[in-house]
């Protein structure tokens, strides 16, 4: 599956010896055509890594030929040798491959402020192209892998024939704008540069732009959807941006279920809001509140922390009137003590923290996971 | 010292019943005068706890007698009840000191969302006035106490005979505007509420306001200052702005210290920014960031996630051109690799992060803590 599920796409990950742990650390995506159209979406923090930088001027016209990905180093902060660097890596992939440089996209992962081993990728490159197949979109996947326990893939077919697959990475530093989160999407429908850009943009804004494990904005997030047009059928426009957003949606999912240290995936629905935007705002900051996470790592119904996070936006609302469920339990009504807090039932993974703002007809929901003592210790060890 | 160090004041803390645990929880500070002058700051949430909606109020009149102080509940999200109960407390303290509840100003800490015990509360106040001192602001202090593991009071004097003294409350929920905090600053110079209210304002915000211990605002944040007049001096206002600011940063740096769960004090220097509100949106940023925090904790000197912090600002820089150093060490210089990490010594308690923008003149400084195993443990398990 994954992104070789879409005709028209090859794929391989292997061991170029960038991880010191040896293990996979470097994917190629191939689009063999007959389309080579692409859009991509990417971290909005203003501290870009080298392969963003890169890979954006590469969306902007339009057509990616391949992607190549690496685990074991991100590439950000590493100034104008990281830029060389990435630029190396698509020449050498534009060699090894054919094309052109400036249709190679590349994406890093990993610790930043470190250069990359070049020779040790460049020299990955030449293997992984040598290992490309029509069935390599596991291996990928496996390769791009940091502290995810496990890889993540997705798919959707469409009846009129043709496929959107993907894959992704992210365990940690994953927040919106886009959350250290690599996506790969493929498909084989007939459809232009552009009308993947609409269904991306809509996509992402509803799904990967509504996670936020640990309120920490990547330096390298990327999202890229290539097609193939190998299916020879052009997409109904609607129907494809459902199938793009269903994969994403998917995709997201999993990224929240394997964050690092987390016990519980918290599924928070803003309701009752005048705005988007307001349901947005207070979705987050309940999402990043530290003190609502922990309670929520000890199954402890504290709606008070709700309230307090709440009362730190700028969203419309009465402090008098908000009401908060703890999974359906109305714990807080009209502001203040509801129904008994004994009767929330949370020794499952999944938490629902529904708050209603009582002010609108808007909604938004953000997934969120708690904070536990493992995220503590997986994160004030990762570079040592 | 604490509360009584200046002359005209009284103070008591005794176990009223409120904590289960059976401890302090209850203080009174009595203003003594001749005169009764007063000034408060209180949280910028706009979910506000009962005693902080009764004590702005209160403090318009620029006249206050004497502070009500609990810990063992917070008093906030309780609605009409709640607010019913602060009244009350208000106007049995005025019963028994004598003089109008308008004066009395009460302050309430602990969990929040759950009603105070009154039929123990207003006989404790009958209690603790029966053992006001004008040596009892260390009883008082110590009956604030709720996971402080410390209690925290600070004194400055003048040679012109007038004294600042305070004392503060807070270990969690501890973040700007203001950070569960409770502050009663008494002075015995002769100082109208107006002088009282510009002094504790401008102190406030580059003390109390620039500790972020967590990230999360509380529904209590109260620092109140009284002023009785009793040394019968007149203060120069520069000298008396700065002690109250002395006593402030005191305080502040106190609460940090005991931090729920901290292992490390963090400086963080922002310098190099465009406008001083730069600087403290990129503080606040670093102050924030779990990643970062976990780095500290670990003894990491990871500077990358600093500028990842730093990127998700709106503040004015260029990412080639920043650099940053931990403990003195430039780690970062001009966005990339700058002096050997391994030069960065942080065995001891307080870590020093300096990030220059390298925009303008302007700085600030926040303080915060790492995020620990303890810190989980501690607020996963608060209110079960």
């Not at 989160?181 to 992402?204: F, G, P, S």
């Not at 199938?243 to 949606?249: I, L, Q, S």
């Not at 009137?321 to 009504?333: D, E, H, Q």
Request: some cysteine; glycine content about 10%; aromatic content about 4%.
């Amino acid at each position: 599956m994954s992104v070789t599920a879409a005709k028209g796409f090859t794929a391989a990950g292997i061991a170029a010896g960038i991880k010191e742990s040896g293990g996979p650390d470097l994917a190629l995506v191939v689009n063999e055509g007959p389309r080579l159209a692409a859009a991509g979406v990417f971290t909005a923090n203003r501290v870009k890594a080298a392969p963003v930088l890169w890979s954006e001027q590469v969306v902007k016209g339009g057509q990616i030929s391949a992607v190549v990905l690496n685990s074991g180093g991100a590439n950000a902060c590493t100034g104008p040798r990281g830029f060389q660097d990435t630029h190396a890596t698509a020449e050498k992939a534009a060699a090894v491959l054919g094309g052109s440089a400036g249709e190679i996209a590349v994406a890093s992962t990993g610790l930043i402020g470190v250069y990359l081993p070049m020779d040790k990728l460049l020299p990955g490159i030449e293997k992984a192209a040598a290992e490309l197949s029509a069935h390599g979109g596991e291996k990928a996947a496996i390769a791009i892998k940091t502290t995810d326990t496990v890889h993540k893939t997705a798919v959707a077919q469409s009846a009129a024939g043709w496929t959107v697959g993907g894959m992704a990475k992210g365990a940690g530093m994953l927040a919106p704008g886009l959350a250290t989160m690599l996506v790969v999407l493929t498909t084989d429908a007939d459809a232009d540069a552009a009308a993947l850009d609409r269904a991306l943009r809509a996509a992402t804004r509803t799904t990967f732009d509504r996670v936020d494990s640990d309120g920490c904005m990547s330096t390298n997030d990327t999202v890229l959807l290539l097609a193939s047009g190998a299916s020879g059928t052009v997409p109904d426009e609607a129907e494809f941006a459902e199938a793009v957003r269903t994969v994403c949606d998917d995709l997201a999912r999993q990224l929240i279920g394997d964050a690092e240290g987390a016990s519980k995936d918290i599924r928070i629905e803003v309701v009752g809001a005048a705005t988007e935007d307001d349901a947005v705002e207070v979705g987050r900051s309940l999402a990043r509140n530290n003190l609502l996470k922990c309670a929520i790592h000890g199954e402890d119904p504290n709606w008070g922390r709700v309230l307090s996070a709440i009362g730190t936006t700028s969203a419309a609302f009465d402090p008098d009137r908000l009401n908060v469920a703890i999974n359906g339990v109305w714990v807080c009504r009209d502001g203040s003590v509801g129904d008994d807090r004994d009767l929330v039932d949370m020794r499952y993974r999944e938490v629902r923290i529904t708050a209603d703002l009582a002010e609108g007809t808007e909604s938004a929901t953000i997934w969120a996971n708690d904070l536990t003592a493992d995220y503590v210790h997986e994160n004030s060890a990762y570079s040592s």
